[in-house]
């Protein structure tokens, strides 16, 4: 559920009418809503109930300060993939990083080092080499970084091929097979503290069938564990849970954390929960204007003021998002239409082949969905300044990001 609808033909976020926040900022803009994102979090916090559970919202998904704060307010704790999140989440946290969990395959020292003097909860370890480097940093700082290891339960999630991860062939996380050895060895390293054990199969996942393989294999590891005599306390269970871009349908979050809660019956652990999508994805849409109409001997093409480098999803995964006219109208047959951006690439098309009612310069559409690893992967290529940001709450809104300016474009670098 989101509180983006029709209001008398005119399209809302929540109380404010998308069109005013155009015509105020300008376009094409990000615009996210409070009283959605909060829901996201409460029905999740909700579905674990009396399961002991922290949930360590994604920052990868979307990393706005004021989103982050927001989440922070309604008691998350953050999974964080680089030191630049780190950073993020010291500000938007008012520098409380008690429940910060840090994932990837490429930790630098360096960040290993802020991580342990920000005193996070967990080091999610995905190689031996990162595990070494880890004890040797935490043991010159005398502290012991408290780690669990990412495992690969080698399932399939059924996802887009680009953002499965648990599958035997991909870069994350250790063999399924090895993680007992690694654990073993560091029985001996004396800058590590075994606290957890982690897995993540993959992103937009519509099928409870994988998730519920993938955590038998893992709860029975983590079980396994603790009867070795490792003081666990963290089963982390990664994020992934889809949400409808266009006909999906996810498992809701009561019905995943009725799978997750089963299949890891017995561990004891607290469970850690690291949701990204599901909980900006639906909350957020990119606002753009049409330029021009442009039909060729095949085609029809609405051409807007987004591109791919404002919402590169489509372009990189095929991704479908809707897309609205912010103002209802009755001009005519609907046709079939690309909506294509600026940017001087053939995959700059943001919907393919799409029924939209007949549009013209100067009227905004709204791009669905966009909430999640839309501005997050967004980028100046073609040098373009990347999109404003706008957070609407009840009838009221604020930019929470300024549109880049030019001099933003070449700051740091030399003529
Ligand atoms: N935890 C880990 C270790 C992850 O790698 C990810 C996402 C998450 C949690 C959050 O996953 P979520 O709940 O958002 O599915 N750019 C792609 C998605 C890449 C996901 C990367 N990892 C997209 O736009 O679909």
Partial sequence: MNHFAYKRGALFAEDVPLAEIANAVGTPTYVYSTATLTRHVKVMQQAFGHTPHLVCY??????????????????????????????????????????????????????MAQALDAGILLFNVESEEELLLLDKVAREKGVRAPFGIRVNPHVDARTHRHIATGLKTSKFGVPFEEARALYQRSRRLKGLWARGLDCHIGSQLTDSAPIRAALARVAGLYRALVAQGFALQYLDIGGGLGI???????????????????????????????????????????????????????RSFVIVDAGMNDLIRPALYEAHHEVRPVRRHSRGRTGRVDVVGPICESTDVLAKDRVLAPVRPGDLLAILSAGAYGMSMASNYNSRRRPAEVLVNGDAWRVIRQRELYEDLWRGETP
């Fill in 58 to 111: 994604s920052v990868k998904a979307n990393s706005n300060l004021a989103i982050l704060r927001l989440l922070h307010e309604a008691g998350c704790g953050f999974d964080i993939v680089s030191g630049g999140e780190l950073a993020r989440v010291r500000v938007a946290a008012r520098a409380d990083t008690s429940r910060v969990v840090f994932a990837g395959v490429g930790k630098t020292a360096d960040e």
């Fill in 244 to 298: 409808t871009y266009k006909e999906e349908t996810p498992p809701s979050p009561a019905e995943y954390a009725r799978v997750v809660v089963e299949a890891t019956r017995g561990t004891g652990a607290t469970l850690v929960l690291e949701p990204g999508r599901v909980v900006v994805g639906n909350a957020g849409v990119l606002l753009t204007r049409v330029l021009y109409r442009k039909k060729t001997p095949t």
